[in-house]
Every structure is written in C-alpha cells, then in structure tokens.
C-alpha cells in the first residue's frame, strides 16, 4: 500500500493550509484514515483519524481548528483542511493509513498499518 501526501507548505500563523492523502495498491478495504504529525524534538502524535463509518477523533491541540476528511468520490483519499494555524502546529505531517490486504475469494486477509513520508508544515509567526 503506497500513500502519497502532498500540500504542506510555509504559512504566515493565523492561515491556512489543506493537506491531501491518497493511498494506492493491491488491498481489500481500508479501516480508518488519519494524520500525525512530528515537531522537531518531540515525539510523533496523532491530530485527527476518521474510521471508514465517519467516527473522527481530534487531538485536544487541533480540535475546532483542523478538520479531516475523506474524499466522497475517492473514499482513498484524505484530507486534513488546517485553519487557524499557530507556530506550534510547525511539523512534519504523515499520513496513515489503516486498512486489511485481500484474503481468500472476497474476504479480508490480514491488516496493514501503512505510513506517508511526511509532508512538512512550517507557520512563521
């Protein structure tokens, strides 16, 4: 499973910026879709998840400033659309993306827990 994020950027704080996912390859179905991110000395956290029935759960840091999204026409793409942004929101973004290989006939297999290279936001103050 291959997964391609793109749209990060440098932001004056107060902007905003739209990150995109899409994951490709041979697999059954995907479970959940979500973005972490990475600050630099700090360890990677989760910012937002949205499961494939549209549970979403935000970190408290982002909640009512970022919102995640799945594509309605391309259910293997998600977004992470970041308003408000603050110098603190600066980090390396990576996609994820959990999902279930094929199986036997029609039924899942085993699952795969795949990640993005990152793409780096960067909010100047």
């Known amino acids: 499973v291959q997964l391609q994020a793109s749209g990060g950027g440098l932001v004056q704080s107060g902007g905003s910026l739209r990150l995109s996912c899409a994951a490709s390859g041979n697999f059954h179905s995907i479970s959940s879709m979500g973005w972490h991110r990475q600050a630099p000395g700090k360890q990677r956290e989760m910012v937002a998840r949205?499961?494939?029935?549209?549970?979403?759960?935000y970190s408290a840091s982002v909640k009512d400033r970022f919102t995640i999204s799945r594509d309605d026409d391309a259910k293997n793409t998600v977004y992470l659309h970041m308003s408000s942004l603050k110098p603190e929101d600066t980090a390396v973004y990576y996609c994820?993306?959990?999902?279930?290989?094929?199986?036997?006939?029609?039924?899942?297999?085993?699952?795969?827990?795949?990640w993005g290279k990152g793409t780096l936001v960067t909010v100047s103050s």
């Open positions: 949205q499961t494939n029935v549209g549970d979403q759960d």
């Open positions: 994820n993306v959990i999902g279930f290989l094929h199986g036997k006939g029609w039924s899942p297999g085993r699952t795969f827990n795949s």
